[in-house]
DNA sequence: TCGGAGTGCTGGTATTGACCACTTGGCGCC
DNA sequence: GGCGCCAAGTGGTCAATACCAGCACTCCGA
């Protein structure tokens, strides 16, 4: 825990404590308080401007800000997504099976055609209503012994992380708009043909390797991506997923 | 010009005569070299980082990255979008009217349901073939004597701020899957109910007017976002629009 | 010849001190 | 009472210095 996490985390209780539009000590004040370097302060508080929760004023302070209304798009998992809008993520296995990667997976996963690949296909719930399909693709080296059940019982991350000891360091995601085949339109909920988004993700691990390759299927009536907005400064355009609870979300 | 964006500058400059995976001089060199503190150097050095410019990588040196596959989402108009793409982009004025803006369009752009809009449908191009088609309000006291001939000349956004003083700080884009109706299919030249984007924005100015609502149709087969993903670190996701050049890109 | 310890580099963190540019509010003058 | 100026406080920038932690290479000894 170097001074300056410890500092972002003692600033960010203050913000809890404070309403948006409030000023936060002083950064001369705060490196008083905290017993560090004002740079050490600055640094600190440099971060959770960029990540949107404070703003400067120069000659007049630093102030909580508005929660941004689009938050980070971090490397989520559909669980912890559904679970920070305050949905009830759930999931229910379809079909898992070991079979060889072959050639278009192959590279995507970066192993071998003939690698043996664990293929599971999930239905995603957001607080019991479907939400998307998703299927899974994962070397079959990296998760033995994966079950549906294991998959339904909690995040697939966690999963990795907690019994397979590996850790998702990034990934890309590519989104197209498609529409829904009979399989997906059955499995769903909705007509065929219905508008959705399809999201394919590959990500890797800390140490470089290729872990999964996911390619989901999301309700177009129930989910948009909002995205702020920022002009010429190279701030940061974040976008996100939102739920759409009824009939738009403005 | 502050020293650190001089820095950042000329840092830039060497990256341009190396290439990708070259490391560049120390930031005890560099602070040296350009006369300035290591401090500002790594000032801007993390700057570069952050855009993707750069890596670091401790007890060995900073190195020449990969270009970012994903580019920042700023505040780009289509004309910009597809330039910054090596595209030529160009508009067709389909259709201008000026009309009131009604119940549902005056609560977007927060005037009067009676106030007269300027409605302006246009095809967008991209080398020559169509892209999406897009139609724009705009409150017409802003932009007075708008002509759909002043449209297909330059970006919308040079001319707002060329002609009309009016600079965008900010808006807030909304996109969902969607497929195409007759009047798109024909206009972009895809089969009825082709899977599209929908892009909905809302733009303000810096004096906070909202001052456009724009709804923008993009075709799925020649768009795709693509966004970068990164894990616990709320350092940025950034999205971007991707042209799909031939049937993939990956 | 091969392996390991040492060493000199790298970036990572932190401190202290200083000056600048800007905002704000109070004080004094009109 | 109102206006304008000025001082104090704020964030923005920069310098010089120090030490830590990781990496890569060299050199020496087995």
Redesign the interface.
């Known amino acids: 825990m170097t001074k300056q996490t410890e500092t972002r985390d003692r600033v960010l209780e203050l913000i809890d404590r404070l309403t948006v539009g409030q000023a936060i000590p002083s950064e001369r004040q705060l490196s008083v308080d905290f017993g560090v370097s004002r740079l050490t302060v600055r640094a600190a508080l440099d971060?959770l401007v960029?990540?949107g929760h404070l703003i400067r004023r120069r000659g007049s302070g630093t102030f909580v800000s508005e929660p941004k209304?689009?938050q980070?798009?971090?490397?989520t998992s559909f669980t912890e997504d559904m679970r920070r809008r305050g949905m009830r993520p759930t999931s229910q296995t379809i079909d898992l099976r070991v079979v060889p990667a072959g050639a278009r997976l192959g590279r995507f996963l970066n192993v071998s055609p003939s690698e043996p690949t664990v293929v599971a296909k999930r239905l995603r719930l957001a607080d019991g209503e479907t939400m998307a399909i998703e299927t899974l693709h994962v070397p079959n080296a990296l998760v033995p012994g994966l079950t549906g059940k294991d998959l339904e019982l909690q995040s697939f991350y966690e999963l990795l992380s907690e019994r397979y000891g590996i850790?998702?360091?990034?990934?890309?995601?590519?989104?197209?708009?498609?529409?829904t085949n009979e399989e997906e339109s059955e499995a769903l909920g909705v007509p065929l043909?219905s508008?959705?988004?399809l999201f394919e993700?590959t990500?890797r691990s800390s140490d470089g390797k290729t872990v999964e390759f996911v390619r989901s299927i999301y309700r177009?009536d129930r989910?948009?991506?909002?995205?702020?907005?920022?002009?010429?400064?190279?701030r940061?355009?974040?976008?996100v997923l939102t739920v759409r609870d009824d009939g738009r979300v403005?």
Chains 1, 2 share one sequence.
């Open positions: 971060e960029r990540e209304i689009a980070e798009l971090t490397m850790t998702i360091a990034g990934g890309i995601q590519q989104i197209e708009p498609t529409v043909h508008p959705a988004f993700r990500s177009g989910y948009v991506l909002v995205s702020e907005l920022t002009p010429q400064t190279p940061t355009g974040v976008p403005y």
